[in-house]
């Protein structure tokens, strides 16, 4: 029976592509699938385009490539990534001169239609209300303030670019899973209603988009049993015909493919398991199997699908005000006293110079700054230090600003023995994260996919 | 006898806008039917109060001994716009492992 080996690329843009090189070396695979695009990375690409119309695509793509592409080349892998993110034909341009340069003759397919914060209005004449998924809330209390508006797209477009003979598919935004699942379809054949086979290719791409969390990477069980975090590996599926997947990594890398670390992965970010939804099939996880057939060998079999949903997701965000922060430390003994006695003297004196934030929030480094009013309060005598942060919502900026400027003083004008002060940093812009739906067909009309080479 | 739920499960936590996500993943069938017993939606809403602001649902995965928490309003409004330290929720999950249940 016949089967592929993907390699899972980054798992967000600014992941490592290291491991990546292992399994193209010595993990035997056909293709590399990379997601670059977490919820929030559009807004940062669209800050970028902002400033210069070529940019928004991830940048990343071009030093990634050409530090993988002599290997790949060597191996005959090809590569599907989001890298392309509110700009994939200004990827795709930046892209062809890098390979025109470095001498390759590799064709570039480009998936278009994902994107349409421009056509927003069209959407709503077409009677698409686009009110918030969760809460129903209408669409013009943030309109003028979005930043982007992107359709999750499904596994199909991609497909098509790798039929048409692309060696690289440079996509915006996509279902994560989608960039694994479009390979899956393009050599094993497997057909858009056949959805059980659809739905183990969905789980073989969630398990491996988010590439270290399925090897061994932020595992909650017993993480000092991991061998190797520093050289660890990133996860290899191999998948036949029917479906059926096994789970591995590169020989000789770090890390640890198991039951436990994938079944982490297989809940990450899932909602309910029995209906996972996704442009391509309605996945039910809770029929799958998955068992250790060998070391770093997980078979994983046995996941259903039922019919694609009607509609698809679109994530838009929108300017949502500044977050003004600043740190400062102290030391033992008593060093939470005096952190909450620096932190009552600010509150203060933000009140009465009128800086009036929407919300404050401090916390504690070194005691309740990660489990809030679950950090157990049995354990703060005699802590060796303690960092107070103050984080203000403010709607201006230089509201939010001021808020750094008031605490330089406490070092002459506070509790004692501090360490530490300097974490003011610039206000950084918050961003609201806007999930509506809308029919795909009036989503999918507008796909285009096209390949070119250098 | 009471125990730690950090004693007898592994968690991983994730974010999707003001939501967040926490499956916790017993060792054994025995030890995921205390769990599915004991670590019931409405405990895991208490145990997070002052943090969460909407409801959480469970769902049940027994296929892989795990149970599956939604927590809405988990998280300032969403990873980012959240004002916190653990914007993401990513500690969410070993904040879960410190609830106490009957075994």
Known sequence: MKSIRIAAGLGFYGDSWRPVKASIE?????????????????????????????????????????????????????????????NPLGARETL?????????????GVVLGDAVLDRLDALQAEGVSLAHMDTGADIATVRARLLFASAYLGARPLVEALDAGADIVLTGRVADAALFLAPLVHELGWR?????????????????????????????????????????GYPIAEVWENGDAVITKAPGTGGRVSFDTLREQLLYEVHDPAHYLTPDVDVDMTTLHMEEIGPDQVRVSGASGRPAPSTLKIVAGYEDG?????????????????????????????????????????????????HGPLADPARVDDLNEVYLRIAIRCADKKDAARLGRLLPPLGLSGPPFIGGLGGMTE???????????????????????????? | MKKQLVHLAHARSGD?????????????????????????????????????TGRVERFEVPNVLALNFVL???????????????????????????????V
């Open chain 1, 96 to 108: 062809l001169a890098a390979l025109r340069k470095l001498g390759y003759n590799l064709k570039v």
């Open chain 1, 322 to 370: 500044y977050m003004g922060q600043a740190t400062i430390g102290y030391a033992w003994p008593d060093a939470l006293a005096k952190a909450q006695l620096a932190a009552q003297i600010i509150t203060q004196q933000m009140a009465e110079t009128g800086l009036l934030p929407e919300e404050t929030l401090i916390e504690y480094l070194g005691y309740n700054s990660i």
């Open chain 2, 72 to 102: 809405h309003g988990a998280l300032n409004g969403g990873a980012s716009r959240s004002l916190r330290s653990d914007a993401l929720g990513k500690s969410l999950s070993s904040a879960l492992l410190r609830m106490e249940i009957e």
């Open chain 1, 26 to 86: 010595r993990g035997n695979v056909q293709y590399v699938a990379s997601d670059h695009l977490a919820e929030l990375t559009l807004a940062i690409l669209q800050k970028g385009r902002q400033r210069d119309a070529r940019l928004g695509y991830t940048q990343d793509l071009v030093p990634m490539l050409a530090d993988l592409l002599p290997l790949a080349t060597s191996h005959g892998v090809k590569f599907i990534m989001n890298a392309g993110g509110l």
């Open chain 1, 192 to 232: 858009w209603d056949d959805w059980d086979r659809l739905a183990q290719g969905i789980v073989v791409g969630h398990l491996l988009e988010c590439s270290a969390q399925a090897t061994g990477g932020n595992f909650g069980g017993d993480w000092r049993s991991i061998p190797d975090l520093a050289h660890i």
């Open chain 2, 16 to 52: 999707k806008g003001d939501k967040a996500n926490i499956a916790i993943f017993a060792p054994d069938r025995a030890t995921y039917d205390i769990l599915a017993r004991e670590v019931t939606p409405e405990r895991v809403r208490a145990h997070f109060d002052g943090i969460v």
């Open chain 1, 427 to 454: 206000p950084r812009s918050l961003l609201g994260i806007w999930p509506t739906l809308a029919p795909r067909a009036i989503i999918e009309e507008y796909i285009r996919v096209s390949v070119e080479e250098p």
